[in-house]
């Protein structure tokens, strides 16, 4: 019976330090870095400077950017511009495609990938820097005026793990 006792303690303790293990090495809770719109910072070795261009109706944009626009353009979309600036030695490439917009407490999605290729000719969603170089990208998120209204804060979501990394997105 003693021995029983013995091994239910030791896989107990075992249990225990795994657990506490886990939590606190493994699994750690990540910083949350939130940003305005306009600073500048560093995400991935690449300095990131996000403005906040405003939400577009699809007839701002066809006087914006022409007719054609209103072929990928959804009944409201927020642009932002991303500036991108390489200054290590080193080409260094950004996933565009893993950015997504939040709303408060609602996610908004992702891009919309159809008008990002038409305000962005020859920038892949996983667009490579060059060292020294710096790239400007507009980013254009659905925006849902039944849903949201005026919900505020927004957040662009650039990173969740290891740091979770937002821009606030600021009307100036």
């Known amino acids: 019976m003693k021995r029983i006792i013995a091994i239910i303690a030791v896989l107990a303790i075992a249990f225990t330090a795994r657990v506490i293990y886990v939590n606190a090495v493994e699994y750690r809770f990540t910083e949350k870095s939130v940003f305005e719109t306009g600073e500048t910072f560093t995400l991935y070795d690449l300095e990131l400077t996000c403005t906040y261009d405003g939400i577009y109706s699809s007839e701002e944009l066809a006087k914006i950017y022409g007719e054609e626009v209103r072929d ?3 009944e409201s979309d927020l642009i932002l511009t991303l500036e991108i600036t390489n200054p290590t030695d080193e080409p260094q ?3 565009l495609t893993s950015f997504c917009m939040q709303y408060a407490y609602i996610p908004g999605g992702g891009i919309n990938p159809y008008l990002f290729a038409y ?3 020859g920038i892949g969603s996983k667009c490579t820097v060059e060292s020294g170089e710096t790239l400007t990208v507009l980013l254009p998120y659905l925006y849902d005026w039944d849903t949201l209204g ?3 804060p927004y957040d662009l979501v650039l990173s969740l793990y290891p ?3 937002r821009v606030r997105v600021v009307e100036k």
């Open 163 to 165: 740091e979770n990394v």
């Open 119 to 121: 305000l962005n000719p």
């Open 72 to 74: 990928y353009s959804n």
């Open 150 to 152: 005026t919900e505020k």
């Open 93 to 95: 490439t950004l996933n």
